[in-house]
C-alpha cells in the first residue's frame, strides 16, 4: 500500500474540514458518515480510502458475477470457477487502472446511497464524487418534513 501524503492537490475552494475527513479516510481512519448535495443529488456513505474503494468495487463486482446466471450454469470444478469469475472481475475492471495517484480527485464512499431527483434511490457498494461537484455536505443525520400540502375534491355534473 502506498503511504498516503499529508497533503494531497485537492481543489483549492474545498471545504477544510472536507479535506481534512479526505485525508484521514485516505490514511485508512475511521471516518463519520457524510451526507453530499452533488449535481442536485443527495448522496450519503462512509468515506474510505481510494484503496478501499477499488477493493469493494472488485468485491461488489465478482460477487454479482457470481450469482450471475452465466456463472450458475459454469460446469466446471470450484477451483476453475473461481478462477474464471476472478479473471472476468479484474478484466472488466481493468479501465480503473491501479488506484495510486488517484487520491484527491473525488470523495472514496463506501455503503452509498444517491438520491436524484424525484427517481428512487441507487444503492451501491462502492461510489466516488468528484470534490468540483460538492455543493454542500455534513456529518450528521437528518429529516425531512412533509410538505403540507392542501387537496380539494370537485365534482362536475352534466346533463
Known sequence: MTPVPEVLPLPSSLDLALTRI???AER????????????GWLIQGTPVST????????????NDLAASAEARRLRVQPHEKEQILTDTTRNQLLALGD?????GSALNLL????????????????MRVPFAGIAS??????STDKQQTSSSVG???SF
Not at 111 to 126: C, I, W
Open 22 to 24: 479526505a485525508l484521514a
Open 99 to 103: 488506484p495510486a495517484g488517484l487520491e
Open 111 to 126: 455503503q452509498a446511497s444517491a438520491y436524484p431527483p424525484g427517481a428512487p434511490a441507487v444503492n451501491t457498494g462502492a
Open 137 to 142: 455536505w455534513w456529518a450528521t443525520g437528518f
Open 155 to 157: 365534482f362536475g355534473f
Open 28 to 39: 485508512g481512519e475511521e471516518c463519520p458518515p457524510l451526507v453530499l448535495i452533488a449535481g
Open 51 to 62: 484503496q478501499a474503494f477499488y477493493e469493494a468495487t472488485y468485491r461488489v463486482t465478482y
